[in-house]
């Protein structure tokens, strides 16, 4: 790549990506912008844009990132999974969608964080299965929820540790 020319080469949700610098994407554009208003995985939110909410959270090469903070050229080569890319039977999903218990509430009330709360998740369990309540609370202090769902999404990440499934 020589002066902005060439491409990248991005695997998103297991599919190969060739970009071409220039026409499909910008040296300056985020991987944010490139995977929700260019390739349309709207899972990914971007509400503060500036790295401190969390609601962009995907996958890059198995690691939670702020996808607001990395140019997407930085992926080139490397995979990225999205809250799209993990399928409607994934345990962290369906403990997300099922977490409604009394005293707890609901782990997605307006659900706008739950994409990237599902995304830290997936993360942290992907680093330590077993995590207990301040882990988890450590693991995904970098996300926000407006709706102040906190002790629901805990206990949701509970759940799929208590079932031994990630």
Same mark, same amino acid.
């Given at each position: 790549?020589?002066? +902005?020319?060439?491409?990248?080469?991005?695997?998103? #949700?297991?599919?190969?990506?060739?970009?071409?610098?220039?026409?499909?994407?910008?040296?300056?554009?985020?991987?944010?912008?490139?995977? @929700?208003? /260019?390739?349309?995985?709207?899972?990914?939110?971007?509400?503060c844009d500036q790295g401190?909410?969390?609601?962009?959270?995907?996958?890059?090469?198995? /690691?939670?990132?702020?996808?607001?903070?990395?140019?997407?050229?930085?992926?080139d080569g490397r995979e990225?999974?999205?809250?799209? +890319?993990?399928?409607? #039977?994934?345990?962290?999903?369906?403990?997300? &969608?099922?977490?409604?218990?009394?005293?707890?509430?609901?782990?997605?009330?307006?659900?706008?964080?739950?994409? +990237?709360?599902?995304? &830290?998740? /997936?993360?942290?369990?992907?680093? #330590?299965?077993?995590?207990?309540?301040?882990?988890?609370?450590? +693991?995904?202090?970098? #996300?926000?929820? @407006?709706?102040?769902?906190?002790?629901?999404?805990? @206990? &949701?990440?509970?759940?799929?540790?208590?079932?031994?499934?990630?």
């Amino acid at each position: 790549m020589k002066n +902005g020319q060439g491409t990248i080469k991005i695997t998103i #949700n297991g599919a190969l990506h060739e970009l071409m610098i220039g026409r499909d994407i910008e040296p300056s554009e985020t991987l944010s912008y490139l995977l @929700r208003e /260019k390739l349309g995985l709207t899972g990914v939110k971007i509400a503060c844009d500036q790295g401190a909410c969390g609601a962009c959270t995907v996958l890059l090469d198995g /690691k939670a990132v702020l996808s607001c903070m990395i140019l997407a050229m930085a992926a080139d080569g490397r995979e990225v999974v999205t809250v799209e +890319g993990l399928g409607d #039977n994934d345990p962290v999903i369906q403990a997300f &969608a099922e977490q409604s218990e009394p005293g707890y509430g609901t782990a997605m009330q307006c659900g706008f964080c739950t994409p +990237g709360f599902v995304m &830290a998740t /997936k993360s942290l369990l992907n680093e #330590n299965p077993s995590p207990d309540l301040d882990e988890i609370k450590l +693991g995904l202090s970098g #996300n926000l929820c @407006r709706c102040g769902c906190y002790p629901a999404v805990a @206990r &949701a990440v509970e759940r799929v540790v208590n079932q031994g499934v990630e």
